[in-house]
């Protein structure tokens, strides 16, 4: 057991490391010179040469390698050409909070919706509830979350008038105006998961329910509701976890999508007017934070399989 | 004795049973080859069908709304949406298809490498995929986008980057997989060229499911394309593209709702078309989940 937890932790490690390498080699391979960047059209030779001296460029690219991973490690990220801020204030203190409560709250609306749909799809095969999990499976994973982001400030922003249309309030500081600001996004952001989560919900459910001992709390006379949702559903969020887990890459795209529709100030929206502003110092610490983002996830739900299914626990 | 080496690859009609029929058996699978089908047509041939140059702006026309000139309407350069539409299912589908193709080459072509030589190679080539795969999608093809530049081209090389990783894990694991059956022993005995191993022993059998992979890839291409041309960081304008146009049509959702909903309903449709012929697909190579459909 601690065994196997040091190699993974050793793994991990070294995935961080890579992440951190590959963030290093596209602030490398970006076009542009940032020191000619930084000083504008005129300047002297002597003045060029000294600031890349004082920037370490002209070090081997090992060192300065090292120095920047120094530098990311202590939060030193940094600061933005254009308007001036930390580069880590910007991204951790501003930008991920945005992004992770869209995230969980997309994701909170996704389970209340997904879970009973694909509960009600396995009880009664091929009832409306099935034929709507199948429909919301394949429509909402396939429909572009950019557009049903518009077409819902039309319908619920603009022509009811009943949410905000663009915006972000923190709910931290406002919860029930940061709350209503956030609902749009959210179901748009959730639609893609909803689908998801009644297919497996069903599929798993399906399976467990054919088991002798669904039949054996049956047969003891146990009501119907304690069976599927104590004894049945303990066996649905295992690959309920994985899948989520698994599909952290199409939450973070359409995060992206999302938080530009709506104008939310998150990561992605910061990748993205980085980018589109040249600012590649900027996309670099949304690269790098993705990243850790993406290992921490897939991290997290390996841990989760041993406090979800004890019969894991031993090994 | 050729029989004996052939017996990984599957013959024709066998082929033809277990994964042609098990396919069109299944209705939502045909149904969305068939819409699939129609945006081929439709941007094969493009250039017959459309009414007018998908690029050419008529500011006397702007934002009308579907009419006999116009069948779809126009948006606010009083470019003709109808056949805005038609170009832009021919690049969305070329970016999807090509960037995909490329992605599988270099994926499988990294995966065989690493599976077949091992040792040192096999670890450098698998922390550049590990690497590669630490990245949600968007945000290494965002990456990639900044560091190639806009344009059409670089959004399929940018794309095919981003799909290097999955494609090279699988092959990988499916090389390993393969790698230690008697039967490549076998042919490493005889004398078998490793060439000739790889091409005629190890791909026939890890084929089926890249390719599964790779047709589930598609939707996803697409997908990512449009959004990177929606955010502003894919093709350019005045490109007929569908995420370019939905970006537009943003601004006049109210008074010209047309513009974005033509090319996002048509987008929609063809995601769920991709989406259903993949589910089938995979339903077809895979017996253990047909148990289920």
């Known amino acids: ?315 | 004795m050729s029989d004996a080496l052939n017996i990984t690859a599957i013959p024709d009609s066998q082929w033809k049973r277990r994964f042609l029929q098990p396919l069109l058996r299944q209705r939502s699978a045909v149904a969305g080859l068939a819409i699939i089908v129609i945006y081929v047509v439709a941007a094969v041939f493009a250039p017959w069908l459309a009414t007018h140059d998908p690029a050419a702006q008529d500011l006397m026309a702007s934002l009308q709304g579907p009419s006999a000139a116009h069948w779809l309407g126009t948006d606010s350069y009083g470019q003709d949406l109808y056949s805005r539409l038609l170009y832009g299912a021919q690049l969305a589908l070329i970016i999807g298809f090509a960037s995909v193709a490329l992605g599988l080459v270099a994926g499988v072509a990294i995966g065989l490498a690493a599976g077949l030589m091992g040792g040192r190679t096999e670890w450098v080539l698998m922390r550049i995929v590990d690497g590669l795969l630490a990245f949600p999608e968007l945000i290494l093809a965002m990456a990639f986008m900044a560091v190639l530049g806009l344009g059409t081209e670089n959004v399929v090389y940018a794309l095919a980057l981003s799909f290097v990783g999955p494609f090279a894990r699988m092959t990988r694991g499916d090389v390993l997989q393969v790698k230690n059956q008697p039967y490549i022993e076998a042919a490493r005995l005889m004398g078998v060229t490793t060439a000739a191993i790889i091409w005629r022993h190890v791909l026939p059998n890890v084929v089926s499911p890249i390719l599964v992979q790779a047709g589930m890839r598609v939707s996803i291409a697409i997908l990512l394309e449009s959004g990177l041309s929606f955010l502003g960081i894919g093709v350019v304008p005045p490109t007929p593209d569908w995420g370019l146009m939905i970006a537009e049509g943003r601004a006049f959702i109210t008074m010209a709702p047309w513009i974005s909903g033509v090319p996002g309903v048509a987008l929609a449709i063809l995601l769920v078309a991709l989406n259903l012929l993949g589910d089938g697909l995979r339903d077809a190579f895979d017996p253990t989940t047909q148990k289920d459909a």
């Open chain 1, 1 to 315: 057991m601690f065994q196997a937890a040091s190699a993974k932790l050793a793994q991990t490690l070294l995935v961080l490391l890579i992440v951190s390498a590959a963030s290093f080699a596209f602030l490398k391979l970006a076009p542009g010179d940032p020191v000619g960047i930084m000083l504008g059209s005129d300047y002297s030779k002597s003045s060029y040469d000294q600031l890349t001296h004082e920037l370490g460029l002209d070090r081997p690219v090992v060192q300065q390698y090292g120095i920047w991973l120094a530098d990311f490690v202590r939060g030193d990220w940094g600061t933005s050409y254009i308007t001036n801020q930390d580069i880590f204030e910007l991204a951790v203190m501003q930008a991920l909070p945005v992004t992770l409560t869209l995230a969980a709250l997309s994701l909170l609306i996704a389970l209340v919706i997904g879970i009973p749909t694909g509960v009600m799809a396995a009880l009664y095969r091929n009832s409306w509830a099935d034929v709507l999990a199948t429909t919301l499976a394949i429509g909402g994973n396939a429909f572009p979350s950019f557009y049903l982001g518009i077409l819902l400030i039309w319908l619920f922003g603009v022509d009811l008038g009943w949410f905000p249309v663009l915006g972000f309030v923190a709910p931290w500081e406002d919860f029930w105006l940061g709350m209503w600001h956030l609902v749009l996004p959210a179901v748009t952001l959730g639609a893609w998961y909803v689908g998801l989560i009644a297919r497996i919900t069903r599929s798993s459910l399906l399976e467990v329910l054919g088991q002798p001992y669904i039949l054996a709390a049956r047969a003891r006379g146990e009501p119907g509701w304690r069976v599927v949702w104590v004894h049945g559903m303990r066996n649905v969020l295992m690959p309920l976890v994985t899948v989520i887990g698994l599909q952290l890459g199409g939450m973070l795209r359409g995060a992206v999508m999302t938080e530009v529709v709506f104008a939310l100030p998150g990561l992605g929206m910061m990748v993205t007017t980085a980018v589109l502003n040249r600012e590649y110092i900027v996309v670099q610490a949304g690269i790098m934070l993705t990243g850790l983002l993406f290992v921490a996830v897939n991290l997290a739900v390996d841990q989760t399989y041993q406090f979800l299914d004890p019969r894991l626990r031993r090994r």
